[in-house]
């Protein structure tokens, strides 16, 4: 008995022996491995001045220790600097790209017969044209694109920009930059590195020869004497159209030099200046005019960069052409004639003040194309000014050639008795009288004016109309009683809001149907 405990407690000293020496050894190694991994006593605050690397080889580990590690280079914001010099304008510090467009406000009055020039032995006729243009560019602000100032202000001298107006637009996050001018410059020339551009400005050179208008709906060459179709029809054209000069995405004309001119009655020798101009008004980018002599006979050729999908129409008449820009791809779009302008006033009053139809159609055209575009309607207006557009066919080719869904166009009546009076509503072919009877209910109820009913009658307008089309005579301009409400505002108001109804009651008739 005495044996068996001796062994059993050299066994347990044994035994605690090994777990000590093991438990020690642990210890020692925990105290090693700590040692040798420093970093982690500072929980990693300090970065290792050892560069990581996968290889063994000290030759393949670079000494240069900012090449072997990425480098995080932070976004630095950038500040706007604008400045214009020698009729350029510069962008410095820009991050992202600068927009702009032209818009030109060529307003035109009619002239009659008065002595255009000096030495003159008889009076003409003629439009008086005011060519004026606005740029305007626009830059997207954020944290990495900045401007200082909330408004700013450049005064040039002895410029073609007589101020320079800086904004910013909180709303839109974006940095709003017009060039205001009493003359019709375009940018010319445009330069442009990684974060500045500058936009060379000059006048426009060939603006005897014509004038682009872009501030309404319809978009147009004016082209005053020089003769582009013949007169009441426009498919016999006299110059060439869509020219092949190898530039795929660019559509030209090309025309002669040597012209004959309705307004002179003989050929006349026109000197234009090569040109190229940018507009960036959503329907062309630029416009680019060249000379070339061709089995010599000189020609120009007058090129356009188009930013969508158009169709250039021509028009003519005794006094000027045009070019009009038609979009074929504008939804549901309203066709708004004013009837007669410019130099066709149509009928006029009897009162001493003597104010004539194409105005009135005019006041109440405008108001037509206000309610409807507040209502969220595509409207296109044939005039927004004092201008003749062309011959009545021509009216219906280009309401065509938008798609328009319907056609409307706004007259006044005359008559020898003074005693007529009243409202009326007039169509053509049998798609057209279902359009006419809504409209002239909803003008009746809001004018309180008699009601003439509807009548058929061929009228030209309506000739190549491919959509329903009504021409409305609005009141009678030689009735006294009419006469007077119907140079009022409030009056052609009431007239517009039964115009704006009628439409929006049939275009519901329309899609309902459909």
């Given at each position: 008995?005495?044996?068996?405990?001796?062994?059993?407690?050299?066994?347990?000293?044994?035994?605690?022996?090994?777990?000590?020496?093991?438990?020690?050894?642990?210890?020692?190694?925990?105290?090693?491995?700590?040692?040798?991994?420093?970093?982690?006593?500072?929980?990693?605050?300090?970065?290792?001045?050892?560069?990581?690397?996968?290889?063994?080889?000290?030759?393949?580990?670079?000494?240069?220790?900012?090449?072997?590690?990425?480098?995080?280079?932070?976004?630095?914001?950038?500040?706007?600097n604008?400045?214009?010099?020698?009729?350029?304008?510069?962008?410095?510090?820009?991050?992202?790209?600068?927009?702009?467009?032209?818009?030109?406000?060529?307003?035109?009055?009619?002239?009659?017969?008065?002595?255009?020039?000096?030495?003159?032995?008889?009076?003409?006729?003629?439009?008086?044209?005011?060519?004026?243009?606005?740029?305007?560019?626009?830059?997207?602000?954020?944290?990495?694109?900045?401007?200082?100032?909330?408004?700013?202000?450049?005064?040039?001298?002895?410029?073609?920009?007589?101020?320079?107006?800086?904004?910013?637009?909180?709303?839109?996050?974006?940095?709003?930059?017009?060039?205001?001018?009493?003359?019709?410059?375009?940018?010319?020339?445009?330069?442009?590195?990684?974060?500045?551009?500058s936009?060379?400005?000059?006048?426009?050179k060939?603006?005897?020869?014509?004038?682009?208008?872009?501030?309404?709906?319809?978009?147009?060459?004016?082209?005053?004497?020089?003769?582009?179709?013949?007169?009441?029809d426009?498919?016999?054209?006299?110059?060439?159209?869509?020219?092949?000069?190898?530039?795929?995405?660019?559509?030209?004309?090309?025309?002669?030099?040597?012209?004959?001119?309705?307004?002179?009655?003989?050929?006349?020798?026109?000197e234009?200046?090569?040109?190229?101009?940018?507009?960036?008004?959503?329907?062309?980018?630029?416009?680019?005019?060249?000379?070339?002599?061709?089995?010599?006979?000189?020609?120009?050729?007058?090129?356009?960069?188009?930013?969508?999908?158009?169709?250039?129409?021509?028009n003519?008449?005794?006094?000027?052409?045009?070019?009009?820009?038609?979009?074929?791809?504008?939804?549901?779009?309203?066709?708004?004639?004013?009837?007669?302008?410019?130099?066709?006033?149509?009928?006029?009053?009897?009162?001493?003040?003597?104010?004539?139809?194409?105005?009135?159609?005019?006041?109440?055209?405008?108001?037509?194309?206000?309610l409807?575009?507040?209502?969220?309607y595509?409207?296109?207006?044939?005039?927004?000014?004092?201008?003749?557009?062309?011959?009545?066919?021509?009216?219906?080719?280009?309401?065509?050639?938008?798609?328009?869904?319907?056609?409307?166009?706004?007259?006044?009546?005359?008559?020898?008795?003074?005693s007529?009076?009243?409202?009326?509503?007039?169509?053509?072919?049998?798609?057209?009288?279902?359009?006419?009877q809504?409209?002239?209910?909803?003008?009746?109820?809001?004018?309180?004016?008699?009601?003439?009913?509807?009548?058929?009658?061929?009228?030209?307008?309506?000739?190549?109309?491919?959509?329903?089309?009504?021409?409305?005579?609005?009141?009678?301009?030689?009735?006294?009683?009419?006469?007077?409400?119907?140079?009022?505002?409030?009056?052609?108001q009431?007239?517009?809001?039964?115009?704006?109804?009628?439409?929006?009651?049939?275009?519901?008739?329309?899609?309902?149907?459909?």
């Open positions: 008995m005495d044996f068996n405990n001796d062994n059993s407690d050299k066994k347990k000293k044994i035994v605690t022996l090994v777990a000590v020496l093991l438990i020690l050894c642990i210890v020692i190694a925990v105290i090693i491995f700590l040692i040798l991994n420093n970093d982690l006593w500072n929980n990693n605050d300090t970065p290792s001045n050892t560069p990581s690397s996968t290889y063994s080889d000290n030759s393949l580990v670079p000494t240069d220790s900012s090449e072997s590690l990425p480098t995080n280079t932070a976004r630095i914001p950038k500040e706007i604008i400045r214009y010099e020698n009729d350029v304008l510069i962008f410095d510090g820009l991050s992202k790209e600068c927009e702009f467009t032209t818009l030109f406000d060529s307003s035109k009055d009619y002239i009659f017969s008065e002595y255009r020039n000096p030495g003159d032995t008889k009076p003409t006729s003629w439009y008086e044209i005011d060519n004026k243009s606005v740029i305007y560019f626009t830059i997207l602000l954020d944290q990495y694109n900045t401007y200082q100032f909330d408004e700013n202000s450049i005064f040039p001298d002895n410029s073609l920009v007589q101020k320079v107006e800086i904004k910013k637009n909180v709303e839109n996050m974006s940095l709003d930059i017009k060039l205001i001018t009493d003359r019709c410059i375009a940018v010319s020339d445009i330069s442009t590195t990684q974060d500045s551009a936009y060379s400005l000059s006048e426009v060939n603006m005897d020869f014509y004038n682009y208008s872009n501030v309404y709906s319809r978009k147009f060459f004016f082209i005053p004497e020089y003769q582009l179709c013949k007169q009441s426009s498919t016999v054209i006299y110059y060439e159209d869509n020219i092949d000069d190898g530039q795929n995405d660019v559509y030209s004309i090309r025309f002669k030099a040597n012209a004959w001119s309705s307004l002179k009655g003989r050929n006349i020798n026109y234009l200046d090569e040109e190229k101009i940018y507009i960036n008004d959503g329907y062309i980018e630029y416009i680019e005019f060249i000379k070339e002599e061709i089995g010599g006979v000189l020609y120009y050729r007058m090129s356009f960069l188009f930013q969508k999908e158009l169709i250039l129409y021509p003519a008449n005794s006094l000027f052409s045009t070019l009009t820009l038609c979009d074929p791809n504008i939804e549901n779009l309203i066709f708004i004639d004013a009837g007669h302008g410019g130099h066709d006033p149509g009928t006029e009053s009897r009162t001493d003040d003597k104010f004539n139809e194409a105005d009135i159609n005019l006041g109440i055209c405008l108001k037509v194309e206000q409807l575009l507040e209502k969220g595509n409207v296109y207006m044939t005039r927004n000014e004092d201008i003749y557009l062309g011959f009545a066919l021509e009216r219906g080719d280009i309401a065509n050639l938008h798609n328009a869904k319907l056609f409307l166009s706004v007259h006044v009546d005359s008559y020898t008795e003074e007529a009076k009243g409202i009326l509503s007039i169509w053509r072919d049998d798609q057209d009288k279902p359009f006419a809504v409209i002239q209910k909803n003008i009746v109820r809001t004018s309180f004016a008699s009601d003439r009913g509807l009548m058929w009658q061929s009228l030209a307008v309506h000739g190549r109309t491919e959509c329903p089309a009504v021409t409305i005579e609005s009141g009678f301009i030689t009735n006294p009683t009419e006469s007077a409400k119907l140079k009022t505002d409030e009056y052609q009431r007239i517009a809001q039964g115009i704006a109804d009628g439409i929006i009651e049939y275009i519901n008739i329309i899609d309902n149907n459909e």
